[in-house]
């Protein structure tokens, strides 16, 4: 926690000294590494080197503001650095966590008993279906819980009729899309979140957006102004 807490700090401080000397920032940021690494062998001359918290966190910051070509500057591996980095964010996630305590909460005898009986009195129906019905009734559940209830007591999915699932999608794989977000940690540990499509037939890959706070706004508004030539937009509220 404390290693995580020191990362933060510095790359924040650091970010903002660097911004303000970009041109001489490289060769500032060197000499820090170097003095730096001076002082770890000085403190261990006759032992195996060993980095404390505070040495891992100090040159994994300096790390991210320099450029690769420039990371000979570091006793250790780019490999270790950028473990010290995912270091860094799993001590955040744990921490995350902690604080949000345990999971969802399970779902009531009662609500369960219900998913049940629609289930076996309407056996053509998938989790799908279920859910609807159940929102008709002001009971808002995921199609993945019904599913799992389904399950869990014998009532697997209703009969197909039709083409599969896999052969629907080899049919029209050319004029379907998927759509996602995937995650990504920035320097300062901050999660952006970046949505995606990707075309089933070509398996190509186009980035639509990234934001730090999705929301059904945000989704339904970006593909409208980035369909076509595939553009990337940023969220004006990231910025």
């Given at each position: 926690?404390?290693?995580?807490?020191?990362?933060?700090?510095?790359?924040?401080?650091?970010?903002l000294?660097?911004s303000?000397?970009?041109?001489?920032?490289?060769?500032?940021?060197?000499?820090?590494?170097?003095?730096?690494?001076?002082l770890?062998?000085?403190?261990?001359?006759?032992?195996?080197?060993?980095?404390?918290p505070?040495?891992?966190?100090?040159?994994a910051?300096?790390?991210?503001?320099?450029?690769?070509?420039?990371?000979q500057?570091f006793?250790?591996?780019?490999d270790t650095?950028?473990r010290?980095?995912?270091k860094?964010?799993?001590?955040?996630?744990?921490?995350?966590?902690?604080?949000?305590?345990?999971?969802?909460?399970?779902?009531?005898?009662?609500?369960?008993d219900?998913?049940?009986r629609?289930?076996r009195?309407?056996?053509s129906?998938?989790c799908?279906?279920?859910?609807?019905?159940?929102?008709k009734l002001?009971?808002?559940?995921s199609a993945?819980?019904?599913?799992?209830?389904?399950?869990r007591?014998?009532?697997?999915?209703?009969?197909?009729?039709?083409?599969?699932?896999?052969?629907?999608?080899?049919?029209?794989a050319?004029?379907?899309l998927?759509?996602?977000?995937?995650?990504?940690?920035?320097?300062?540990?901050?999660?952006?979140y970046?949505l995606?499509?990707?075309?089933?037939?070509?398996?190509?890959?186009?980035?639509?957006?990234?934001?730090d706070?999705?929301t059904?706004?945000y989704?339904t508004?970006?593909?409208?102004?980035?369909?076509?030539?595939?553009?990337?937009?940023?969220?004006?509220?990231s910025?």
């Open positions: 926690m404390a290693f995580s807490l020191l990362y933060i700090g510095l790359c924040r401080f650091l970010g000294v660097v303000s000397r970009r041109t001489e920032s490289d060769k500032d940021i060197e000499i820090m590494v170097l003095r730096h690494q001076v770890v062998l000085e403190r261990q001359r006759h032992a195996r080197v060993r980095y404390r505070a040495d891992r966190a100090i040159l910051a300096l790390s991210r503001l320099l450029t690769r070509d420039r990371w500057s006793l250790v591996t780019p650095l950028l010290w980095h995912r860094a964010a799993k001590h955040k996630w744990r921490r995350w966590r902690k604080q949000r305590g345990p999971g969802r909460p399970p779902l009531s005898d009662g609500l369960v219900l998913i049940m629609l289930g009195e309407n056996r129906w998938g799908v279906r279920v859910q609807g019905e159940l929102r002001g009971i808002r559940v993945t819980s019904v599913r799992r209830v389904l399950r007591h014998g009532l697997g999915p209703a009969p197909r009729g039709g083409p599969t699932w896999s052969e629907f999608l080899r049919s029209q050319h004029s379907v998927a759509t996602d977000f995937f995650t990504v940690d920035t320097v300062s540990l901050k999660q952006l970046v995606f499509v990707i075309e089933l037939s070509t398996r190509e890959v186009h980035i639509l957006g990234v934001t706070h999705p059904g706004a989704v508004r970006l593909p409208a102004t980035s369909w076509g030539p595939w553009t990337t937009a940023a969220d004006p509220s910025s």
